[in-house]
């Protein structure tokens, strides 16, 4: 009819392709429950954890591994049978006995600075060598005598002095010469030469010599003259020793100081103060005299115990009895040939002995051997150190490889027993489960 539109639903426009689709094979998703919630998470963080662990191993058993270190597991000590050795020392002064390498033998009076005479002397002989070295039997160079040096071998008239008289300016001496007069005759002449001729004045060379006391740890000495005619150059028997230790290592020196004289270039012989050496066979080392000082002697001799061959080093001094370089002579003698009658010696490991391990620090530990029998030097009374000193320990090596050296003594000193050690079977490297669960 007129007046009304005519009108119908009209259909919907289709739907995309993909939009059907999705209403055909889309469901509603199940219910959200705590299982299912663990089990997603279980499958987004297993393979991150896995990936993880991999690179975690990777990373450990790529990792440098630790430096292996020696361990001992043997006594770090051994101990002498008998009670404390009492040596027979003398009634005035001081004195202190080392056997080198092994310890301090013994002592008596108070260890404070005195004068000490010409035994100051080993220290100007002690630097001279070391810094113009030489070997046993070698002359060395040619110091040329100075005028100072001739006038002042006149002092042994008029200044009461100890000189080596038969020099002349313009002559020379080597140095093993000039070396012998030093520590022989006691020629403070010489003495003072050598030091003018090693660092250019006396004052210079004064300065090494305290320099050197201070490295060797001689905390009580002063040096304020190579000669020690000066009663301002005082030590200690402690501290002398201490020096003495030094000196016996140098062959050229002991091949001097043994001596029982000297002949010098002009023909003249010259006994040896120091009376050991050819009364009991001593290595030296020196004498010394004054008014001030009274009689001092630093002294060494060797003995063989049980196949080793050790040290024995001493000094008395302030010995005031005359005549005062008889005395004390004649006191050293009696205390060191008690000394080194009291020396004995023990067989304190078999060669295949374990004395220790190697330690991967990664808990593996492989046994350390001795490569010989292991002989201890003593006396009664006397407790020995035994140490390790390792080489540069492999991470694996065959058995009977090195790994390192057992001392037996002092390791500092020239006279301890070293011994080495090795492998008692093959070293590995720490497996992969150590390296995986190591920390460090």
């Given at each position: 009819?007129?007046?009304?539109?005519?009108?119908?639903?009209?259909?919907?426009?289709?739907?995309?392709?993909?939009?059907?689709?999705?209403?055909?094979?889309?469901?509603?998703?199940?219910?959200?429950?705590?299982?299912?919630?663990?089990?997603?998470?279980?499958?987004?963080?297993?393979?991150?954890?896995?990936?993880?662990?991999?690179?975690?191993?990777?990373?450990?058993?790529?990792?440098?591994?630790?430096?292996?270190?020696?361990?001992?597991?043997?006594?770090?000590?051994?101990?002498?049978?008998?009670?404390?050795?009492?040596?027979?020392?003398?009634?005035?002064?001081?004195?202190?006995?080392?056997?080198?390498?092994?310890?301090?033998?013994?002592?008596?009076?108070?260890?404070?600075?005195?004068?000490?005479?010409?035994?100051?002397?080993?220290?100007?002989?002690?630097?001279?060598?070391?810094?113009?070295?030489?070997?046993?039997?070698?002359?060395?160079?040619?110091?040329?005598?100075?005028?100072?040096?001739?006038?002042?071998?006149?002092?042994?008239?008029?200044?009461?002095?100890?000189?080596?008289?038969?020099?002349?300016?313009?002559?020379?001496?080597?140095?093993?010469?000039?070396?012998?007069?030093?520590?022989?005759?006691?020629?403070?002449?010489?003495?003072?030469?050598?030091?003018?001729?090693?660092?250019?004045?006396?004052?210079?060379?004064?300065?090494?010599?305290?320099?050197?006391?201070?490295?060797?740890?001689?905390?009580?000495?002063?040096?304020?003259?190579?000669?020690?005619?000066?009663?301002?150059?005082?030590?200690?028997?402690?501290?002398?020793?201490?020096?003495?230790?030094?000196?016996?290592?140098?062959?050229?020196?002991?091949?001097?100081?043994?001596?029982?004289?000297?002949?010098?270039?002009?023909?003249?012989?010259?006994?040896?103060?120091?009376?050991?050496?050819?009364?009991?066979?001593?290595?030296?080392?020196?004498?010394?005299?004054?008014?001030?000082?009274?009689?001092?002697?630093?002294?060494?001799?060797?003995?063989?115990?049980?196949?080793?061959?050790?040290?024995?080093?001493?000094?008395?001094?302030?010995?005031?009895?005359?005549?005062?370089?008889?005395?004390?002579?004649?006191?050293?003698?009696?205390?060191?040939?008690?000394?080194?009658?009291?020396?004995?010696?023990?067989?304190?490991?078999?060669?295949?002995?374990?004395?220790?391990?190697?330690?991967?620090?990664?808990g593996g530990h492989t046994p350390v051997v001795v490569t010989e029998d292991v002989t201890a030097v003593g006396w009664a009374g006397s407790r020995v150190k035994l140490s390790f000193a390792a080489d540069q320990v492999p991470?694996?090596?065959?058995?009977?490889?090195?790994?390192?050296?057992?001392?037996?003594?002092?390791?500092?000193?020239?006279?301890?027993?070293?011994?080495?050690?090795?492998?008692?079977?093959?070293?590995?490297?720490?497996?992969?489960?150590?390296?995986?669960?190591?920390?460090?």
């Open positions: 009819r007129p007046g009304f539109e005519r009108t119908t639903q009209q259909p919907l426009p289709p739907k995309p392709p993909l939009d059907l689709l999705a209403e055909l094979t889309n469901t509603p998703p199940p219910p959200e429950t705590p299982l299912r919630t663990t089990m997603r998470r279980v499958k987004i963080w297993t393979p991150l954890v896995l990936l993880l662990l991999v690179v975690f191993a990777v990373v450990q058993a790529l990792r440098p591994l630790p430096a292996p270190a020696l361990a001992l597991t043997a006594k770090d000590t051994y101990a002498f049978d008998g009670g404390t050795l009492s040596l027979p020392w003398p009634d005035e002064g001081q004195g202190w006995m080392d056997v080198q390498g092994v310890g301090s033998m013994g002592r008596f009076g108070d260890q404070k600075p005195v004068a000490i005479g010409s035994v100051a002397k080993t220290m100007t002989s002690y630097i001279i060598l070391r810094d113009h070295p030489l070997k046993v039997g070698q002359e060395g160079p040619k110091i040329q005598i100075d005028p100072q040096a001739e006038k002042e071998g006149g002092y042994d008239k008029t200044g009461d002095e100890s000189t080596l008289n038969t020099v002349k300016a313009g002559q020379t001496l080597t140095e093993k010469q000039a070396l012998s007069a030093v520590m022989i005759p006691s020629a403070n002449n010489i003495a003072r030469l050598l030091a003018r001729w090693d660092a250019g004045s006396e004052a210079a060379f004064v300065k090494k010599m305290n320099d050197t006391a201070k490295e060797l740890g001689m905390t009580n000495t002063t040096y304020t003259d190579p000669s020690g005619l000066k009663e301002t150059t005082v030590s200690t028997a402690e501290d002398q020793v201490k020096l003495g230790n030094q000196v016996v290592q140098n062959p050229a020196l002991v091949a001097i100081t043994s001596a029982a004289s000297w002949t010098d270039p002009s023909g003249k012989n010259w006994p040896n103060w120091n009376e050991l050496p050819y009364r009991m066979g001593a290595i030296g080392i020196k004498t010394g005299s004054t008014t001030a000082a009274g009689g001092n002697l630093l002294f060494a001799a060797r003995k063989k115990a049980g196949g080793e061959t050790v040290t024995v080093v001493g000094a008395i001094l302030g010995q005031r009895k005359n005549p005062i370089l008889t005395t004390v002579n004649q006191v050293s003698k009696t205390a060191l040939e008690a000394a080194k009658e009291a020396l004995t010696s023990a067989k304190i490991l078999k060669k295949g002995d374990v004395v220790g391990y190697v330690d991967d620090k990664l991470h694996s090596a065959k058995a009977g490889t090195k790994v390192g050296t057992l001392t037996v003594g002092e390791g500092g000193a020239g006279g301890a027993i070293k011994v080495p050690v090795a492998l008692r079977q093959d070293l590995g490297e720490p497996d992969f489960l150590a390296k995986l669960t190591r920390i460090s």
